[in-house]
Every structure is written in structure tokens, then in C-alpha cells.
Nanobody
């Protein structure tokens, strides 16, 4: 019922910034919690940040606190991940996911985007 499409990834220097977007279809999108996950080659997919339906309830992995900010614009059916002070360790495919409730784990989410590559390298 919900389709998600990520965009905004690319190659960036360490210390730089990127803004990822997750565009959603489905008229009930505003009632869903949305999260960003990432997966580096050879590693497990991990939770990065998430927000509840109102945007006021947010969660962040400790590795990105103070650097990344998740937000949503329900009128535009879009969730964003602003990534600042990027590190090489942030290199991964970033996925957005949606669920009825905000959770920290991959199985908590029912809908997934295709992913967008973020590469942080000099």
C-alpha cells in the first residue's frame, strides 16, 4: 500500500553533507512511522534514524547523533535525512522504511525503498 523511493545519495568528501529524500506514495503515509537504515558491504543492515507519524518523536543511532537529522513533510509525502560531518564510516546504501509504529529493528518495518548509495571518501 506504501511505496518508497530514496534519492540524494552520491560521493562526498569527509566532513561534507548530503540530504537524502524518501518520497512516498499512498494516502495514509502521514500515519506511518518512517526510518532510515543503512548497509555497508559485508555488514548487517543497521538502524540510523526514525520518526513517528507527527515528526515530533525521533530516534537516532548513537553513531549519528548530533550529525544526522530526520524530518518529514507530510504535505509532500517526503521524509528527509540531513547528514552533516560525514565520515568514511558512513559509507553505505541507505534505505528508508515505513511501519505503523517506530522501531529499531529491520523486521519492524513493512515497506522498503530501493536504497541510495552514499560514499564518503577523499
Amino acid at each position: 500500500q506504501v511505496q518508497l523511493v530514496e534519492s540524494g545519495g552520491g560521493l562526498v568528501l569527509p566532513g561534507g553533507s548530503l540530504r537524502l529524500s524518501c518520497a512516498a506514495s499512498g494516502r495514509t503515509f502521514s500515519t506511518f512511522a518512517v526510518a532510515w537504515f543503512r548497509q555497508a558491504p559485508g555488514k548487517e543492515r543497521e538502524f540510523v534514524a526514525g520518526t513517528g507519524w507527527s515528526g515530533s518523536n525521533t530516534l537516532y543511532a548513537d553513531s549519528v547523533k548530533g550529525r544526522f537529522t530526520i524530518s518529514r513533510d507530510n504535505a509532500q509525502n517526503t521524509v528527509y535525512l540531513q547528514m552533516n560531518s560525514l565520515k568514511p564510516e558512513d559509507t553505505a546504501v541507505y534505505y528508508c522504511a515505513a511501519a505503523r509504529n517506530l522501531g529499531l529493528h529491520q523486521p519492524d518495518y513493512d515497506y522498503w525503498g530501493q536504497g541510495t548509495q552514499v560514499t564518503v571518501s577523499s
